[in-house]
């Protein structure tokens, strides 16, 4: 099997493997565990940033930035195609209780004027907006790219008004690649980051929250009561150091393969994928010109040995990573471009049918 659905699928290394047999562990509940203090330290350094918390995922680091930063009844603003809204299982309003705005914008990000419009309402009609949430790379947008600039127009906006901004960058290491920066660039834009080492990084478990000291102190109440307070949780840590400190440069691989598939699929126009807007790892299509929805082309490719994500009713997600190679790739183009071709024949025959 050619598995495309996430870079979640990633397995651990061997280096990492080893490390986490050999870490050095202590209980973090009385912040004991050595390794988890060394990946806190080195990410808060990396991302530029105070302080940083390890937490089991990417949803529920997102989820202590909900709680640290806002309170029950504030209103966030967020893009409508973003993961805390859409795959974090209403974590806004269940846990924070808050109510999120939505804007819609091609790259997820927000016009400045959305958001001053909601920074600005009469206090004594609406609720108070305390919190935009941006995410890069943007997962359900295809894997674009958010600039440093376009983060820094948004921040300008809310530093001014005094309200807080955090980065879903599940995908953060991504984004920095694509650029040619470093996530130091993005992240100095903003007043916290969530990033994951259990995708293209290939940790097993595992994201870290950073911002500031007085922030990541109460994100690490938030943490403890949502169960995520670990003990000897540096056998995890030490996979996540590798992920952190060796895995990034290698991820500019996956975006070649990305593109490698996305200007194979391309020569079949009913696809509509754009080869040119992919440029982290993330290729979408669509199926709905095939005479087919998402989840029957998935079974098809997946009969095939070809494994995709479903997307929506007639889009299927494709993500290249670590644990698949340029062949790989290059046999799941043909093995999708054959379907394809099958459904179009299909298509045409059942048309000269009706006719
Ligand atoms: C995967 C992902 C998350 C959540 O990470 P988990 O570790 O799966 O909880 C959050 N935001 C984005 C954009 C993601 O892609």
Request: with cysteine; net charge neutral; hydrophobic share 40%.
């Amino acid at each position: 099997m050619i598995d495309l659905r996430s870079d979640t699928v990633t397995k651990p290394t061997p280096r990492m493997r080893q490390a986490m047999a050999t870490a050095e562990v202590g209980d973090d509940g009385y912040g004991e565990d050595p390794t988890v203090n060394e990946l806190e330290r080195r990410a808060a350094e990396i991302m530029g940033k105070e302080k940083a918390l390890f937490v089991p995922s990417g949803t529920m680091g997102n989820a202590c930035a909900l709680l640290a930063h806002t309170r029950p009844g504030d209103v966030v603003l967020m893009d409508a195609e973003c993961h805390i809204y859409y795959y974090e299982h209403g974590g806004l309003a269940a846990l924070a209780g808050c109510l999120p705005v939505l804007w819609d914008t091609p790259n997820g990000c927000p016009s400045p004027d959305f958001v001053q419009s909601h920074i600005g309402r009469n206090p004594r009609q609406f609720p108070p907006t305390t919190l935009v949430c941006l995410e890069n790379t943007h997962n359900r947008r295809g894997g674009v790219v958010m600039t440093p600039e376009e983060i820094a127009r948004v921040y300008a906006i809310t530093q001014e008004a005094g309200i807080a901004l955090h980065l879903d960058g599940a995908r953060l290491f991504n984004a920095a690649v694509a650029l040619r920066v470093s996530v130091k660039d993005f992240a100095c834009h903003v007043d916290s980051v969530q990033f994951c080492l259990s995708k293209g990084l290939c940790a097993p478990v595992g994201s870290l929250l950073a911002g500031s000291e007085a922030f990541i102190a109460r994100a690490r109440r938030a943490r403890k009561r949502l169960g995520g307070s670990m003990r000897q949780a540096g056998v995890l840590a030490a996979a996540g150091l590798i992920a952190l400190t060796e895995m990034p440069n290698r991820l500019e691989e996956d975006h070649a393969n990305a593109r490698h598939l996305a200007r194979a699929l391309a020569s079949v126009e009913a696809l509509r994928v754009r080869s040119e807007s992919v440029v982290t790892n993330i290729v979408l299509a669509r199926t709905e010109e095939l005479g087919v929805d998402a989840a029957e082309f998935a079974k098809r490719l997946a009969e095939r040995g070809v494994l995709v994500a479903v997307y929506g009713p007639t889009t299927i997600r494709f993500v290249t990573h670590h644990d698949v190679t340029r062949e790989d790739v290059e046999r799941a183009a043909v093995v999708t471009l054959e379907l394809c071709e099958e459904l179009l024949r299909r298509k045409a025959s059942r048309k000269g049918a009706v006719l």
